[in-house]
Every structure is written in structure tokens, then in C-alpha cells.
């Protein structure tokens, strides 16, 4: 049978043997709680700044100490530039070193064939004292030609003397001189320079002119304008052979007519042996 008593009123606790504790105010225990978590949060947020504020206070004092350290090392999550390497970019002087090797009035102009794989020079062959007069760089009389304005000459080459100048085609060529047409093709009349009277013009039996064009010799006409007379133009220039000459261009400073694969051309002043040999000639007396 189940029990039907009535619970206790909650007025009359004496009834049932029930006494409330009237010691403490209502809610301490809750109250206790939230004050020791509140001095944990305090705990644990200060001793958090202490521990951030001595980080920055020994990055600061590395930075004092060793002006090098890169800003990176200020934590993570920040953007920093390292320094630049004191190796990654030339400085001047290392520029000026490195470009010192040309000097050359040619070094700023075009390259031609460098030919045999020589290096270029720091010095070319500088003009003789005396210009004036056909010849005079080469201070022998059998390449000089100076006896008169104009002389008929054969250019015989110093590295392959039993080759000479040769006009094959429209192009000027170093080939043996085997017959009578070899060596009229192989005879010039060396005249004042068009350009410069003090340098020198070839002229061929025909009439035409040797000129530089696209840094190949080639025998044309003369069309009158002034470049024709400048690409015609050649100076003569001391040769370290005896009796022979280099001849420099009047409009390309620095560049002299070589022989390369036995083809004559304008190429850049090199500090070789082979260029030096590949580009000195003797002018000697007309073949034909």
C-alpha cells in the first residue's frame, strides 16, 4: 500500500529534525569559486606579460650586442627585409675591374668574328708620329711606298708569305699567286687616303676601290658619299714585324683589316700573337 503522508512543510523544519545553516550568507560557495578563478586568470595573464617583457628585453640586448642579428629574430608572424649580402652585388670598383680589360675605342661598338678564339687586347697599336707620309710606321722602305702619291703595290701577308691580296669575285681574298690574271687581281695603286690624306686608299686595275662593308673587304665603285670614302680609308699602324704595317680603319678606331680562313675583314684589336701575325702585311712591290 503506498505511503501517503504528506511531505514536511518547508516552514516548520523543526517538525522533521531539519536545521538551516545560518552560519554563512546564501551563494558563498558559488561566490568562492568565481573569486579564485578571477585571481587565476590574474595570475596566469600577468606572469604571461613577465615572461613576453624579458623576451623583448633579451632580443633588444642581442641587437645591442651584435648589430648584424637580421630583423627576423623579433618573433614570429612579423615581415622582415634581411640585410643585403656584402658578396651579392659588385661594387664599383669590382665593375670598373672587370670592364677594365677594354680599352679599346672599339670595346663600345659592335663585335665582329672574334676569329681563333683570342681574347681582346687592352691596347691597340697607337698612331705613328708621323702620319704624313705613306709608310712612315713601318720605317722600311720596301713597304712604305713613299717614293711617290700613288704606287702600284701587291699586300703580301706575314704569316703566309706566299699569299697576297687578291680581288676574287667582289670580295678580297688571300690566295697564292699561281698566273698572270692571280697577280693583276693581287696589284693596287696605293693612293691618298679618300678620307684622310695621311692614311691610305687602294685602288684596282678597274678602277674601283677597296671598302669595308658588314667588316668584309670587297672592291666597289666609288659612289662619292662620305661614307664610301671613310670605309675606304685605312691607316697604317706600327706592326711588331719588321718591314710590315697594320691598317686601321678611318671610321672604326680600333679595328684592323685581318686575314680569317683567308678572307680579308675588319676585326677588333686583340692582344694575341695570331692576331697580330693574321693582320700585319708588307707592301711590296706590284706582282703585275
Not at 624579458?54 to 627576423?72: E, L, V
Not at 708621323?130 to 710606321?137: D, E, M, R
Request: overall charge positive; aromatic content about 8%; some cysteine.
Amino acid at each position: 500500500m503506498p505511503d501517503s503522508s504528506p511531505p514536511p512543510s518547508p516552514n516548520s523544519p523543526w517538525e522533521n529534525g531539519w536545521t538551516p545553516d545560518t552560519s554563512r550568507a546564501p551563494g558563498t560557495r558559488r561566490l568562492y569559486l568565481a573569486g579564485a578563478l578571477a585571481v587565476t586568470t590574474i595570475v596566469v595573464c600577468v606572469t604571461a606579460i613577465v615572461v613576453t617583457d624579458k623576451q623583448t628585453d633579451d632580443t633588444s640586448r642581442t641587437k645591442k650586442a651584435d648589430p648584424t642579428a637580421t630583423a627576423g629574430a623579433d618573433g614570429p608572424g612579423l615581415l622582415s627585409y634581411a640585410s643585403p649580402s656584402k658578396q651579392g652585388t659588385p661594387t664599383p670598383d669590382e665593375h670598373t675591374s672587370n670592364s677594365g680589360s677594354a680599352k679599346t675605342p672599339s670595346a663600345t661598338r659592335s663585335t665582329a668574328a672574334a676569329g681563333h678564339g683570342s681574347t681582346p687586347s687592352a691596347k691597340a697599336p697607337s698612331p705613328s708620329k708621323s702620319t704624313s707620309s705613306h709608310g712612315s710606321s713601318s720605317g722600311s722602305s720596301g713597304s712604305s711606298g713613299s717614293s711617290s702619291s700613288t704606287a702600284w703595290k701587291s699586300v703580301r701577308s706575314v704569316n703566309y708569305p706566299d699569299r697576297y691580296w687578291q680581288v676574287s669575285g667582289d670580295f678580297v681574298k688571300l690566295n697564292p699567286v699561281s698566273s698572270a690574271a692571280a697577280r693583276s687581281a693581287a696589284t693596287f695603286k696605293v693612293v691618298k687616303g679618300l678620307a684622310n690624306s695621311s692614311c691610305y686608299s687602294f685602288t684596282t686595275a678597274n678602277g674601283s676601290y677597296l671598302r669595308h662593308r658588314n667588316f668584309i673587304l670587297r672592291a666597289e665603285r666609288n659612289d662619292g658619299s662620305p661614307l664610301f670614302k671613310q670605309d675606304a680609308t685605312f691607316c697604317p699602324r706600327p706592326s711588331p714585324y719588321s718591314g710590315a704595317v697594320m691598317l686601321e680603319s678611318v671610321n672604326y678606331p680600333g679595328r684592323f683589316l685581318r686575314h680569317q680562313n683567308f678572307q680579308l675583314r675588319l676585326d677588333r684589336y686583340q692582344d694575341s700573337t695570331l692576331y697580330r701575325s693574321d693582320s700585319s702585311f708588307r707592301l711590296v712591290a706590284g706582282l703585275n
